[in-house]
């Protein structure tokens, strides 16, 4: 699947991994290409274990 496909297709994109790994990278380059497109974008960065489940708490 390319780029476009994804961003057509998908509605919640998940990236996972270790540490270092360019998560946040990756997050913000397809919130940006979502939203070039139209899309309205939502990142939620978190650092501990279950943390997209309260984003601001």
Same mark, same amino acid.
């Given at each position: 699947?390319?780029?476009?496909g994804l961003l057509r297709d998908k509605r ?5 991994? +270790? ?7 990756? +997050? +913000? ?9 139209? +899309? ?18």
């Amino acid at each position: 699947m390319n780029l476009d496909g994804l961003l057509r297709d998908k509605r919640i994109i998940v990236l996972c991994g +270790a540490g270092g790994v360019g998560k946040t990278t990756t +997050a +913000a380059a397809l919130g940006v290409a979502a939203a070039a497109r139209g +899309a309205t974008c939502w990142c939620s960065p978190s650092t501990r274990p279950g943390g997209w489940r309260r984003p601001w708490g």
